[in-house]
């Protein structure tokens, strides 16, 4: 019953939910990932111009 009620008020979010979770490992690896090669670059595209 409660399963009806979510799939009706979520919808398509449902499976996209479930798809998420099954690969979060994967997701969270990619996010980490972007956010420290941010960082990263950042960092060193920033030291050429203080010594200049």
Same mark, same amino acid.
């Given at each position: @019953?409660?399963?009806l009620f979510l799939d009706? @008020?979520?919808g398509p979010i449902r499976g996209i939910g479930d798809f998420y979770f099954e690969h979060q490992m994967i997701f969270n690896?990619?996010?980490v990932g972007v956010?420290?090669?941010t960082l990263f670059? $950042? $960092?060193k595209? $920033?030291?050429p111009?203080?010594?200049s």
């Amino acid at each position: @019953m409660t399963d009806l009620f979510l799939d009706f @008020m979520l919808g398509p979010i449902r499976g996209i939910g479930d798809f998420y979770f099954e690969h979060q490992m994967i997701f969270n690896s990619i996010v980490v990932g972007v956010a420290a090669f941010t960082l990263f670059s $950042k $960092k060193k595209a $920033k030291q050429p111009n203080e010594q200049s």
